[in-house]
């Protein structure tokens, strides 16, 4: 008996909900066929059979969310296929699980929230789950640790316990203090071993509590999907985990757009578009090269400079934004570049995105297209230390200097901005990582 699992559908996802089945038990199935459709934050997936047999068992349900390695189904590859009745009706799909998890000592939460319950000390059987089918969200969490670091009274100034001799056994830990701590408050937490306590999403943070809403006419209540809630997750991760800093460079295009009016002609005879985003990813590529350590990871006490650059590039589908990525990136020319994009965004926007498509960016361009603006800092998608955000391109007035005389010149020009994790990556590296992104761009120096 085969076992299909849950794959990994990507960088940073650790599950995926089971969308819809297209097989049933009994089903004859052949290998790499397609055969359950699996959901994350990024795309929905079709995963395939791992072997050539009988479906014996739908293990997964449809509408179940599964952490990856999870079993979906077993495959018998000895058995023959069931006959049926013409008439007889299709076999239902496993049932949905209760909201109530089977195995009641063991609470319904993903493995990312299962961490962070443990990182605060909050036990998941006394925490009250509002997420889909009784699941316990990272919110649940951060608001049972709320709720424990409010129940505790914050002593008066001059009841504080002097400080026990080394051999004594160690103090509880010192609770967040009820309202914006002042210096000699700080100065308690930080020697009893305490640091930065992060908001808590919908109660606020010191002093300052988020108002309840109160419905009026008119207003209306989205509820998240479940890729905007994930989306939204990460984010807050990757602004909390991350010390975010933004450079910003001016790039002048004019070399840039007349190689590219010499060429897009042809390349779109090829079934190429040869776009600005393929110019700038081409020089990101290169500078990536030059400066690797800002293609990296970080890891607990260590970072790692990555040998394969896999250039991620947002694209905005009916769905959301996703970013699926081109591999080995630095081996393409600038066509293998501009038809690698082509090809991305065309399966994304089609809802045709793999897993491997999305697994294993090291390094994102965001494109904001017609309807951008002049720059903005991007967030940094975990577990990269950087991105490139592009601005509109709008044309310019421009010094030129030509033969040691200056003009005045009407150009296309471009500001892009780097966001870069300031844990590995200082100023000097960031800026001459961006530096040389420009230089390229400017310089119009590229093979078609």
Known sequence: MIEVVMPQLGESVAEGTVTKWLVREGDLVTRSQPIVVVSTDKADTEVTSTASGVVAKLVAAEGQTLAKGSVLCAIDETAQAVSKPA??????APAAPSAAPADESRPLASPSTRKA??????????VEPTGERGRITHDDVRKAAGAESAAIVKAP?????PAAPASAAPAAPIAAPSVTPDAAELAQIISAGGGFVPPIPGVGFGSYKVPAYTPKPGDKVVPFTRRRRITADHMVYSKTTAPHVVTVAEVDLAQVSKLRDQNKDQLKKEGVSLTFLAFVCAAVIRS????PEINARVLDNSYVVLKDINLGVAVDTPGGLIVPNIKQADQLSL?????????????????KVTADDLASTTFTVSNPGLKGNMFG??????????????GEIKKRAVVVTKDGEDS???????????SYDHRIIDGVLANS????????????????
Do not use: C, K, Y
């Not at 319950?117 to 006394?126: F, M, S």
């Not at 800092?377 to 592009?390: F, K, T, W």
């Not at 230089?439 to 120096?445: A, H, P, Q, S, V």
């Open 87 to 92: 008439d007889a009706p299709a076999a239902s």
């Open 433 to 448: 990582f961006l530096w040389r992104v420009a230089d390229i761009l400017t310089r119009g120096d590229f093979q078609i």
């Open 377 to 390: 800092g991007a967030i940094i998608s975990q577990p990269n230390v950087g991105i490139l955000r592009m």
């Open 335 to 351: 066509r293998g570049i501009a038809s690698a994009i082509d090809g991305l965004a065309s399966r994304a926007r089609a809802g």
């Open 408 to 418: 005045i010149a009407i150009h296309p020009v471009m500001f892009v901005a780097l």
């Open 157 to 161: 100034a001059a009841s504080v316990a």
């Open 117 to 126: 319950a443990l990182e605060a000390g909050v036990d998941l059987r006394a």
């Open 288 to 291: 990536l090269r030059e400066n």
